[in-house]
């Protein structure tokens, strides 16, 4: 699951107590295991070899360029949402062919960029620059006007964009992933629902510039189970079968991401589960030519990265106690926005038997542990077991690495947490913690 382990009652990471972090830049901070982002990484890529997929890591779970090179150089394309993911992969030395953009929303200027871009990060402005910049690899095209938009853009810059239609296969949520994060269905403000989607490849064949060739599926994350994969793989296959009796080729079928990861220890299927169900359906496919694209995101990065935390005080109101860490909502918010489960214990005691939200031990107490800003809402876990906690202790939040310091905000003017990366026996300051001054800087 990760290299975040006990040794003789101390916390590790890879192959050095996470203390050392805390004593070196203080808490909250991010601490990152190379081993396990790298290890998750590589179980994709080999379950999915029969495909040759194209793996493009979903930046927005964790975007740290130090991380995203490291993804970039094991061989890895970004799926990014925004013109700064945009940068962000570039940055990282990402091939702009490699680069799936996403988002319902991109604006003139963040299209502009995506036809224009190139390996390093530089967005190109001359005439010449702009013939020779190779653009990025795919557009995700969520609705007809984004289409039309992209194709008048590229007629002005001589580009011919390759673009997938997101379609919503419509399918139910048997994976029971939380409202806000499941899109399988026709209502969501995603993608064209499979209904309208025939239609609109039709229409797009007439298009000048941008050419809609491909297909994108994403139904949602986290999705515990392979049956609506299959389904949605299942629907999207025979719209390419109904396309192409029109004369219409879909050359590219990007499946999306949503892969579970490890919060309790069991409730993900490993990399190998989602390919024995994936793989059948589409192996005689890519065999014959059609390119697939992963968007794997948060089972790479989430078990890749623990919050560290500070307990600052104790606290009993009425019959119930509460421990008052350092972190807090701002840093992770995902307790409160999704009612997420995240496993805690402290940095320094005994080996928890496993991770899950039942989990008893002697002595322990239930409890609240909470952060400091002015929020009910500011919580990292609510009516929790742990063993007798004390004011100076460390926390270890487990399972932080996607949708953590990538959802973090400086909500009651509090400094966003520095980042750590560690690789086996030593470690390197990703990020500094930023600073009052940081706060006003550009104000």
């Known amino acids: 699951m990760d290299h975040f382990l006990y040794r003789d009652g101390q916390l590790g990471s890879e192959n050095g107590p996470v203390s050392l972090s805390a004593q070196d830049v203080g808490t909250p901070v991010y601490i990152y295991s190379k081993a396990t982002l790298l290890t998750h990484y590589q179980r994709i890529a080999d379950a999915f070899a029969p495909l040759n997929p194209l793996l493009c890591y979903s930046i927005k779970s964790c975007g740290n360029v130090n991380l995203v090179r490291l993804l970039v150089n094991a061989g890895s394309g970004m799926d990014v949402t925004s013109g700064g993911e945009l940068y962000r992969a570039l940055k990282a030395g990402c091939d702009p062919q490699k680069i799936f953009f996403a988002g319902v929303g991109k604006t003139d200027k963040e299209i502009t960029e995506a036809l224009t871009a190139s390996r ?3 967005f190109q402005h001359s005439a010449f620059s702009i013939q020779n910049s190779s653009g990025i690899g795919w557009f995700n095209i969520e609705s007809e006007e984004e289409f039309w938009n992209l194709d008048k853009i590229a ?3 001589g580009k011919t964009p390759n ?3 997101r379609v919503n296969p419509d399918i139910e949520n048997k994976s029971q992933t939380h409202a806000k ?3 399988g269905k026709k209502e969501t403000k995603f993608g064209v629902d499979i209904d309208r989607a025939a239609a609109f490849y039709r229409a797009a064949a007439k298009a000048q510039h941008a050419r809609l060739n491909a297909l994108h599926l994403h139904i949602g994350s ?3 189970i392979t049956a609506p994969y299959v389904d949605a793989i299942t629907k999207g296959l025979a719209l390419i079968d109904e396309l192409a009796a029109d004369g219409i080729l879909i050359n590219t079928l990007d499946i999306g991401g949503g892969f579970a990861a490890f919060y309790e220890g069991t409730e993900a299927p490993s990399a190998a589960d989602y390919a ?4 059948p359906l589409l192996q005689s496919r890519a065999a014959a030519g059609l390119k697939i694209i992963l968007e794997p995101g948060r089972s790479i990065s989430a078990n890749a990265g623990i919050l560290l935390s500070t307990v600052q005080y104790t606290k009993q109101g009425g019959a119930k106690k509460f421990i008052i860490a350092d972190a807090a909502m701002n840093d992770l918010i995902r307790p409160t926005l999704y009612e997420s489960y995240h496993f805690i214990w402290p940095a320094a005691a005994a080996t928890p038997p496993n991770r899950t939200s039942t989990l008893r031990t002697d002595n322990d107490e239930k409890v609240d ?9 500011d919580y990292l876990a609510k009516d929790r077991y742990l063993p007798p906690t004390h004011r100076g202790d460390l926390l270890a939040i487990f399972s932080a690495g996607a949708y953590g310091m990538a959802m973090a905000s400086n909500y009651n003017a509090r400094p966003r947490a520095a980042e750590v990366l560690v690789d ?15 706060l006003l800087r550009g104000e």
Do not use: M, N, Q
Not at 276 to 279: L, R
Not at 369 to 377: K, L, Y
């Open 276 to 279: 024995a169900a994936i793989v």
């Open 181 to 183: 994060t499941f899109t």
């Open 369 to 377: 542990v909470v952060g400091p800003i002015c929020e009910s809402g």
């Open 163 to 165: 673009a997938a239609l």
């Open 155 to 157: 007629g002005k810059l």
């Open 424 to 438: 086996g026996d030593s470690y390197t300051l990703i990020r500094k913690r930023e600073t009052y001054e940081d």
């Open 222 to 224: 986290p999705i515990k």
């Open 120 to 122: 390093g990060g530089e």
